[in-house]
């Protein structure tokens, strides 16, 4: 019998595919209905507001190095599903991995001395991604995985060590041809815009080429300030002095670094951002007087601000963040909640982003109140909040987002977005919130190819979830289809609209 959410089954004789059902309802009627909702939507365009693409990587436009550089070293829901299995017995460890580094992961700048260096054969890379495959069964990135291969990049056959050195091969052939270039997949996928992440002293050289390409209004930047706003950072004043150096403008005082945020924010605003991004491990908005929060600059500058000031200088940053949308316009995204780097050695080792980045308890309801009562109703404002503590869905988004007009609920993200976690958000958050203060989805990924595989996903569950309703007779067939392309296609755009700036020309020009 062939598995919902896997392909057929195949082996090193026979072809690999996907079920054209996976991820719909196992009953018959419901899944009927859902074939009728996702027949409306899987051609729609992909609008990709929220990920971490590297916008060089489409300004160049040069192609993929191999199938383990493309696939494996880079993906951390891959790599630390690998490690998490390196030392039980079993096909993981038996294909030698150890460690990260194993996986290409390379040792950090001034990592101690011990660190195992990065495994360099990309074939043995690709080989133990494929001895581990079983370890993904039932994972969301199994679904992605499957869909890259099978419906990018056309793989005959399923991952296993028997079959790896056949599928690098496949896959090398095909990221050869000129087809399977960034800028040709990117067409291939059908997306309308992608939003990247770069930081506020970022120079934009690699949106600025694709804008002179004529792709200005499709790849757009994303401001990111976090290692701006975060004086409990050891690199935070280096990260103040580039601020300066960026836009122009001294940041050794207080007001100099809010004029330098607002320029960069202005230059972003011009080469055609549409948000901010801000993902802190606490969520505090509460605002500070002009004169605690200039003596907490101050400190921070000397290096002799406790971590509680650092704390509420950053909870102030938050505020002035949200202060700054209200007057340019840029949507706010929140997603707080992730201890960062959990495995302090293996990050001294081999640097941030490599799987040890663990969800914690969020709160939402307290925290956000300064901005909401301060902005929630402001005509320019938007705040999107994303979580991956699912409790606080049903508990206090989905009523913030059901009250608040200048806030909408983000899509999930991270580690929930999978099947059954995107049902349990709808079943969480549409009796109070409705699916219009939603943002639709987004994607939130770096793995380029694995874009239209997260928003098959997505279009799939959404249309499981409607398909139920209608079956309850809750929605009519057609408002059903109408929902299903608001989530889809129509949301994305309403919740990241081109900023119309408040500020008058003098302001601007200021």
């Not at 091969?169 to 399977?180: G, K, N, S, V």
Request: aromatic share 8%; glycine share 6%.
């Amino acid at each position: 019998m062939t598995p919902l959410l896997g392909a057929s089954r195949a082996d090193a004789t026979t072809t690999w595919s996907l079920h054209p059902d996976r991820a719909l309802p196992p009953d018959p009627a419901q899944r009927a209905l859902a074939r009728t909702i996702l027949d409306e939507t899987a051609r729609l365009p992909i609008v990709s507001m929220h990920g971490h693409v590297d916008a060089a990587l489409l300004a160049d436009d040069t192609p993929f190095p191999d199938p383990a550089a493309l696939f494996v070293t880079p993906d951390h829901y891959l790599v630390r599903m690998l490690v998490s299995q390196s030392t039980s017995p079993g096909p993981v460890r038996d294909a030698g991995v150890r460690s990260v580094a194993d996986l290409g992961v390379a040792p950090a700048l001034g990592a101690p001395e011990g660190t195992p260096p990065a495994e360099t054969d990309p074939r043995a890379i690709w080989r133990r991604f494929c001895a581990g495959w079983s370890a993904f069964r039932g994972t969301p990135t199994r679904a992605w995985m499957e869909h890259v291969l099978i419906e990018v990049f056309e793989a005959p056959v399923r991952p296993s060590l028997e079959t790896s050195d056949a599928l690098y091969d496949h896959l090398a052939d095909r990221l050869a041809q000129p087809e399977y270039r960034p800028r040709a997949l990117f067409e291939r996928f059908g997306i309308e815009v992608l939003a990247t992440t770069d930081g506020p002293a970022d120079t934009l050289d690699a949106h600025a080429r694709l804008a002179a390409a004529g792709w200005g209004d499709r790849v757009i930047p994303t401001f990111r300030p976090d290692a701006f706003i975060e004086p409990m950072r050891a690199d935070w004043g280096d990260h103040v002095d580039a601020l300066g150096v960026a836009a122009g403008i001294d940041t050794t005082t207080y007001g100099g670094y809010l004029d330098a945020l607002r320029a960069r924010r202005l230059a972003f605003v011009a080469a055609g951002a549409r948000a901010t991004d801000h993902g802190h491990e606490l969520l505090d908005t509460t605002p500070l007087s002009a004169e605690e929060a200039e003596r907490a600059f101050d400190c921070a500058r000397a290096g002799s601000l406790d971590t509680a000031g650092a704390r509420a200088f950053t909870a102030h940053m938050l505020f002035q963040m949200a202060a700054m949308s209200a007057e340019d316009g840029l949507v706010m995204q929140i997603h707080p909640g992730i201890l960062r780097d959990h495995d302090g050695p293996d990050a001294r080792r081999f640097g941030p982003n490599i799987g040890y980045d663990i969800p914690i308890q969020a709160e939402f309801t307290r925290a956000l109140r300064p901005v909401l009562e301060a902005f929630g109703h402001h005509p320019n404002f938007r705040l999107i909040a994303f979580t991956v503590d699912e409790t606080a869905y049903s508990r206090e988004l989905a009523p913030l987002a059901g009250a608040y007009p200048g806030m909408r609920l983000g899509a999930p993200w991270w580690f929930l977005d999978a099947s059954d976690a995107m049902r349990r958000f709808r079943e969480a958050t549409t009796e109070t919130a409705g699916f219009r203060n939603t943002s639709g989805f987004v994607d939130d990924t770096r793995a380029f190819c694995s874009i239209s595989a997260r928003h098959d996903l997505a279009r799939r569950a959404d249309a499981s979830y409607l398909a139920k309703l209608v079956g309850e007779h809750r929605l009519d067939l057609d408002e059903a289809i109408d929902a299903a392309i608001d989530l889809a296609y129509r949301l994305p755009k309403e919740s990241y609209p081109s900023p119309v700036s408040s500020l008058s020309p003098l302001e601007a020009a200021r």
